[in-house]
Structures are given as structure tokens and as C-alpha cells.
């Protein structure tokens, strides 16, 4: 079925390490976007990709669109204690109105 | 800035009645979304809704489920006979354009079934 694979599924960093994450499909996607979520809150937009080797990014967060347009990569610089939160995955699946959130991966900050 | 808003923030019901979740959408925006997530799941993708239709919906979306954009500013969700696995966040979403979308999500409706 339609899946957006993420790992890792979680992590426990130090405060001011970098972080690395990423999101994979067996279909191609033309658009990614990330999101964040925190407990008890709907997901929030960080980055959208719509090009394949696209990179973008907004304020310490870089996010990449793959070549293959199979995967999307998304990192963190210098992290601090308010990035802990779920951080997904989405796109619309080709050629419908059906929108396909990753399975996260849960960022956990250690100050 | 503009946002999404959902009501109730929480739901309690018993097994096998009727619940109405709504949201307002942002208000320029002319593509609209309900999701599901339950706890400590994925988010999924239940229905999309444009132009007065449904776009496309998913697997979950049976026929227990419907949605309606009953004026200018409210989008609803309807469950006919919830049932316990009912029990979730259901997220209502918005967008101004399709494929180039860029999703703003509500806080969330916690709909709990007993």
C-alpha cells in the first residue's frame, strides 16, 4: 500500500547536536512537506519541497527533496529543548486528492 | 494570522451515537481535509473536499462517515453510529490550492467513545 517509511523512529539527543531524519516511499512523490507536532496539538507546516534537489530552509531547519523523488530529508542544526515533538512526512499520493503522512519520528531533547 | 479552528476541543459519546466535529476553515482557502490520528499513531488522511464534493476519501471513510460545508465558513465531519475504535483526534485541514498545497491543521477534536 501507499506508505511513507521515516526513521529513524525515535531519537534522544543532547542539546546543540545536530539531528538528521528522513522519509522514504517505494512511489514518487512531486510534493513533500514536513510538519512538527506537539502533544495535544494538530501537525505545524515547517518546510515544503516542490522540486526533485530542491533544498530549503527556515531558520535552523534544511530540508532536501530527493533526486529520486522517493525520499525527503530533513535536518536540525544546534538543537534546543522546544524541538522535542513527533516530526512527519506528508505529500499528496500522484495523481489523487489523498494525503500521506509519514510514520514520524519522535525527537526527544536532553538539555 | 489567520487559522484553523475545530470545535468541540473534546468529545465524549456512548457507543452508537451520532457526533458533528466542526471546523472553520481558513478563510481564502478552497481545498478542506479531515484526518484521524490515534493516540500515539500516524496521522491519516480520511476525506478531501472541494468544490462542494468530495475529492477523494480513504479506506476508513465508510459510509458511517460524512462530511459537509453546510455554509460559507463551516466544514463538518459526521459519524452516524460511532463505535469504539472511533475514538481518536480527528484534524480538520485547509489549503488555498491543489497540487501546491501547503495544509494548515486545527488544533484537533478528541473524540472519545464509551
Known amino acids: 500500500g501507499q506508505q511513507l517509511n521515516q526513521s529513524p523512529q525515535s531519537m534522544f539527543i543532547q542539546e546543540g547536536e545536530d539531528v538528521s531524519m528522513n522519509c522514504t516511499s517505494s512511489?514518487?512523490?512531486?510534493?513533500w512537506l514536513w510538519y512538527k507536532q506537539e502533544p495535544g496539538e494538530g501537525p505545524v507546516l515547517l518546510i515544503a519541497?516542490?522540486?526533485?534537489?530542491e533544498l530549503t530552509s527556515n531558520g535552523r531547519l534544511t530540508a532536501q527533496f530527493g533526486i529520486t523523488r522517493k525520499d525527503s530529508f530533513l535536518n536540525i542544526s544546534a538543537s534546543i529543548p522546544s524541538d522535542v515533538g513527533i516530526y512527519f512526512c506528508?505529500?499528496?499520493?500522484?495523481?489523487?486528492?489523498?494525503?500521506?503522512f509519514g510514520t514520524g519520528t519522535r525527537l526527544k531533547v536532553l538539555a | 494570522e489567520p487559522e484553523v479552528t475545530q470545535t468541540p476541543s473534546h468529545q465524549v459519546t456512548q457507543m452508537g451515537q451520532e457526533v458533528i466535529l466542526r471546523c472553520v476553515p481558513i478563510?481564502?482557502?478552497?481545498?478542506f481535509y479531515w484526518y484521524r490520528q490515534i493516540l500515539g499513531q500516524k496521522v491519516e488522511f480520511l476525506v478531501s473536499?472541494?468544490?462542494?464534493?468530495?475529492?477523494?476519501k480513504s479506506e476508513i471513510f465508510d459510509d458511517q462517515f460524512s462530511v459537509e460545508r453546510p455554509d460559507g465558513s463551516n466544514f463538518t465531519l459526521k459519524i452516524r453510529s460511532t463505535k469504539l475504535e472511533d475514538s481518536a483526534m480527528y484534524f480538520c485541514?485547509?489549503?488555498?490550492?491543489?497540487?501546491?498545497?501547503?495544509?494548515?491543521f486545527g488544533p484537533g477534536t478528541r473524540l472519545t467513545v464509551l
Open positions: 478563510s481564502n482557502h478552497l481545498y
Open positions: 485541514a485547509s489549503s488555498a490550492s491543489w497540487p501546491d498545497n501547503e495544509q494548515f
Open positions: 506528508a505529500g499528496p499520493f500522484s495523481g489523487t486528492y489523498k494525503y500521506i
Open positions: 512511489s514518487i512523490f512531486n510534493t
Open positions: 473536499f472541494y468544490n462542494n464534493e468530495i475529492s477523494e
Open positions: 519541497l516542490y522540486k526533485a534537489g
